[in-house]
């Protein structure tokens, strides 16, 4: 039996969704591996827990997410709001790959991974910069909107400039952008335009890949075929996306000061509560790998508002530990 979660208006799409939300990355792959039981499980019990916000990519283990969300979907009558992505399958990755056929294409794949005539949502996958303001790349993206292929578009972006390019455009329904106790550039500019558009936001990496988890130390080790061993350069991705851009040996010791600040409130709920509170924010979508942490998450749903005490002393640690390394740079 599903519990009642706080529900909030996900900007043009007409949809109600949980405030927290599964990011599903961990359940494709870049996490080391998850099986398939334990895939099921996660998603089962998010789905119990109430959640009704699914997000995965078209990339994530190269369909695998989408595949196992149609799989624990297909024996239930409660189906969640399912928003994938599109793009990052563009070869070679540039801006020229955008086409309406390459789009098409991509799409129509994600409908038969997710076994459905029309997708909730696709999200533009964090493409070259210059796609943000290709006027072609959004009339495809409406011209499947008026056929029945997706209901609504948004985009996925790495920077406050491709999120205020893409904001430009009247379609865009969504917005998805790292956020997180490490990483407040959104919240000067980016959030308010969102909000004064009408677009909802989905706030990406919120627990910065699990420092805020407040679980790791300076000897913390990861699979080799975990972004957190092969992506902390940047070498395969966005560094941005691991760690949130953070130096790992940083953000560790930052994210011990972010637990005391916590006090007796669980450190990962309490990062997540902390996205919430923000204004704008429509929902986080932390990933997970196994069921405790699915539940660990959720019960940010249920916390107060951070005192004003607690939201300073972030602020400040912020500053001194954290900003010079991630501010200018998205």
Same mark, same amino acid.
């Given at each position: &039996?599903?519990?009642? &979660?706080?529900? %909030?208006? =996900?900007?043009?799409?007409?949809?109600?969704?949980?405030?927290?939300?599964?990011?599903?990355?961990?359940?494709?792959?870049?996490?080391? @591996?998850? /099986?398939?039981?334990?895939?099921?499980?996660?998603? @089962?019990?998010? =789905?119990?827990?109430?959640?009704?916000?699914? @997000?995965?990519?078209?990339?994530?283990?190269?369909?695998?997410?989408?595949?196992?969300?149609? !799989?624990?979907?297909?024996?239930? /009558?409660?189906?969640?709001?399912?928003?994938? !992505?599109?793009?990052?399958?563009?070869?070679?990755? *540039?801006?020229?790959?955008?086409?309406?056929?390459?789009?098409?294409?991509?799409? @129509?794949?994600?409908?038969?991974?997710?076994?459905?005539?029309?997708?909730?949502?696709?999200?533009?996958?964090?493409?070259?910069?210059?796609?943000?303001?290709?006027?072609?790349?959004?009339?495809?993206?409406?011209?499947?909107?008026?056929?029945?292929? +997706?209901?609504?578009?948004?985009?996925?972006?790495?920077?406050?400039?491709?999120?205020?390019?893409?904001?430009?455009?009247?379609?865009?329904?969504?917005?998805?952008? +790292?956020?997180?106790?490490?990483?407040?550039?959104? $919240?000067?500019? =980016?959030?308010?335009?969102?909000?004064?558009?009408?677009?909802?936001? =989905?706030?990406?990496?919120? $627990?910065?890949?699990?420092?805020?988890?407040?679980?790791?130390?300076? /000897?913390?080790?990861?699979?080799?075929?975990?972004?957190?061993?092969?992506?902390?350069?940047?070498?395969?991705?966005?560094?941005?996306?691991?760690?949130?851009?953070?130096?790992? *040996?940083?953000?560790?010791?930052?994210?011990?000061?972010?637990?005391?600040?916590?006090?007796?409130?669980?450190?990962?709920?309490?990062?997540? %509560?902390?996205?919430?509170?923000?204004?704008?924010?429509?929902?986080? +979508?932390?990933?997970?790998?196994?069921?405790?942490?699915?539940?660990?998450?959720?019960?940010?749903?249920?916390?107060?508002?951070?005192?004003?005490?607690?939201?300073?002393?972030?602020?400040?640690?912020?500053?001194?530990? +954290?900003?010079?390394?991630?501010?200018?740079?998205?």
């Amino acid at each position: &039996m599903s519990t009642v &979660m706080e529900q %909030r208006p =996900l900007g043009r799409t007409g949809a109600e969704v949980g405030v927290v939300g599964l990011g599903t990355w961990q359940l494709g792959g870049d996490w080391g @591996d998850v /099986s398939e039981d334990d895939a099921a499980d996660v998603l @089962d019990a998010a =789905l119990d827990a109430g959640v009704n916000l699914l @997000d995965t990519a078209d990339v994530y283990g190269d369909g695998r997410s989408e595949a196992r969300i149609r !799989k624990a979907l297909a024996p239930r /009558s409660d189906r969640p709001f399912v928003a994938t !992505k599109a793009g990052r399958r563009a070869e070679p990755f *540039e801006a020229a790959q955008y086409r309406h056929e390459n789009l098409r294409a991509w799409i @129509d794949r994600s409908r038969r991974n997710l076994g459905v005539d029309t997708l909730d949502l696709v999200q533009l996958h964090c493409p070259p910069p210059a796609v943000y303001g290709d006027q072609r790349v959004y009339d495809a993206l409406d011209s499947f909107v008026e056929d029945g292929a +997706i209901a609504a578009y948004g985009v996925s972006v790495e920077t406050v400039a491709e999120g205020l390019t893409a904001l430009q455009h009247p379609g865009v329904a969504t917005l998805q952008v +790292i956020l997180n106790v490490f990483r407040r550039k959104p $919240l000067e500019e =980016l959030l308010p335009a969102a909000a004064r558009a009408g677009v909802g936001v =989905l706030a990406r990496v919120p $627990l910065a890949s699990g420092l805020l988890t407040g679980t790791y130390d300076e /000897s913390t080790t990861f699979a080799a075929d975990d972004h957190r061993s092969f992506n902390r350069g940047g070498e395969a991705f966005d560094v941005g996306e691991t760690f949130a851009g953070v130096p790992f *040996e940083v953000g560790v010791a930052a994210a011990r000061e972010v637990a005391a600040i916590a006090g007796d409130v669980e450190t990962s709920a309490f990062a997540l %509560r902390w996205v919430l509170d923000q204004p704008g924010v429509t929902a986080v +979508i932390p990933g997970a790998r196994n069921v405790e942490q699915v539940r660990g998450n959720v019960a940010a749903a249920g916390l107060p508002p951070l005192s004003p005490s607690q939201l300073s002393d972030l602020e400040r640690l912020y500053d001194e530990r +954290i900003r010079a390394h991630v501010h200018d740079r998205w």
